[in-house]
Structures are given as C-alpha cells and as structure tokens.
C-alpha cells in the first residue's frame, strides 16, 4: 500500500507561479513512477506529467509543456509539480498518482493509488 497526500494547491492570478507537493508514504513509495492529473468541474480527470521512479525521464500533456516541471526527492519521499506561467484554464483539482507501470503512464488506469486531490484556482 501506498499512501499519498498532495498539498500546495491555493488561489492564484494568471501568469503567477505554484509548487505543488505530494507525500507518499508506504511500502517501497520511491520505487513508483509518479504522476499528476487535474480534473476541472464537470470534466475528465487528465493527465498532467509524470517522473519515473529515478527522475531520469518526465513527461508532460501538451497543455503544460514549457510551463509546468515534475520532480522527485525519493529521500524526502515527495514529488513536486511546479507550475509557472499558470492561466485560468489550469483551475482544477491536481492529482497524485503512483504506477507501478512504466509504459503508458499517462493513461489513468496505470496508476494504483491516488491522494485525495488539492485545489488550484486561477483568477483572471
């Protein structure tokens, strides 16, 4: 079992910066790739970016390429979404996931656990 638990997530103008946070917990955490997804009202949960399990390959949606960076420290067992240049269609609830996959990862069924999701609102 792996247990997740974002943070971070807040109110925002455009074009303001926001680093998201996820602990993770549990049997062998640093040993899974990791991802983020938004899901914004009335919408589909999405996939974000990913890291594998050493941080040596990410990998980002179209929408956020240029603007958004994952990272891990496996010695803190946390992964961090830093997002930059945000806009008002990144408002969603942000997601982390952890897969024990390393193919298809930005396909949600890859992923077996997931945290409870936390809050990003941007305001124009």
């Known amino acids: 079992q792996v247990q997740l638990v974002e943070s971070g997530g807040g109110l925002v103008q455009a074009g303001d910066s926001l680093r998201l946070s996820c602990a993770a917990s549990?049997?062998?955490?640093?040993?899974?790739?990791m991802g983020w997804f938004r899901q914004a009202p009335g919408k589909e949960r999405w996939f974000a970016a990913a890291?594998?399990?050493?941080?040596?390959?990410?990998y980002y949606s179209d929408s956020v390429a240029g603007r958004f960076t994952i990272s891990r420290d496996n010695a803190k067992n946390t992964v961090y979404l830093q997002m930059n240049s945000l806009k008002p269609e990144d408002t969603a609830v942000y997601y982390c996931?952890?897969?024990?996959?390393?193919?298809?990862?930005?396909?949600?069924?890859?992923?077996?656990?997931w945290g409870q999701g936390t809050q990003v609102t941007v305001s124009s």
């Open positions: 996931a952890a897969s024990s996959s390393v193919i298809s990862i930005s396909a949600r069924e890859r992923y077996d656990y």
């Open positions: 549990g049997r062998a955490s640093s040993s899974y790739t």
């Open positions: 890291i594998t399990s050493n941080g040596g390959n990410t």
